[in-house]
């Protein structure tokens, strides 16, 4: 199961990077002059923040492709990539976010360890995820990542990326009862 | 200090699951008529729909129970509710994600009765 494919990562985050880090230069350069110094703070926040919307866009348009012939009950978004469940026959598909160029096929029979972790510390989580084991890896699919702080457990967002992490883990069980 | 801030302010936040709404022709509070039925929606997770009397004509199914909600499917409450001032009668639909017990709110319609009432007659 390959998650991650360098080039393409090192090719966005760098990127962001490096974008970012010219920008500052830029603002600093330009430190007397108001305007420009505030479009390149401007140009910062629109780099942060349009980056993972691309990628995103960018999986999802990839993940169509690539899914197109697998017949699927059920498809879910996570955090970390895209799944598509098909528990008649006893498989699944994911195509990461940090590697859209493969759908990557998991036979649900092999799987063991399946569980929901609610990430809570204390009276909190800052992240949430349904977890499963193939191949002696451990594999996360996230449904929740705070990235700042921790949201309570009884906030609307955690409980309902428990329930998406409940229902990865119960179309896995429900795939291997098949077999 | 999360529990101490919702032991001050729960009663103010009541959450809408429970809280009967305003009549949409002189705005007092409607009073909720009759015991709600459980419904299961063609929803999944927080998945969003433009609510309609039409789509929760097509898409509800009765059930009797929460116990019958599977896991990540919304359900909804179905009631009527009367307006004490003015005697209209309205239908309320109030979706929820069941999780572990814990019912969190999703989409809310309120609509004329006589749009929603054919499904107060559905049986299971």
Known sequence: MKKTDVRYAAAWYGGEVLLILALLVFGVWNAKNGLMSGLSALGIVAVGVATPILMNKQLDKKAAELAKNFPHKLRFTTHNGIFYFDPAQSRAAVVWKLNPFELQTIDLAQVTGVRTCDGRQFRGTSRVWAEFVLDGKKIKVTTLQVSRGQLGMKDPRVLEAISKADQICEMIRAGQRVR | ?124
């Open chain 2, 1 to 124: 200090m999360l529990e101490l801030l919702d032991y001050l302010l729960g009663g103010l936040l009541q959450k809408e699951l429970v809280k009967p709404p305003h009549c949409k022709a002189c705005h007092a509070r409607t009073t909720l008529t009759g015991k709600p039925r459980l419904f299961l929606l063609p929803l999944w997770q927080d998945q969003a729909e433009d609510l309609s009397a039409e789509f929760y004509l097509r898409g509800c199914r009765p059930i009797s129970g929460l116990e019958q909600i599977p896991t990540g499917q919304q359900a909804c409450r179905v009631w009527a509710a009367e307006c004490p001032r003015c005697g209209e009668r309205w239908m309320v639909a109030q979706n929820f994600l069941l999780v572990r017990g814990e019912e969190v709110p999703e989409g809310r319609l309120i609509c004329p009765y006589r749009e929603l009432s054919p499904l107060l007659a559905r049986m299971e």
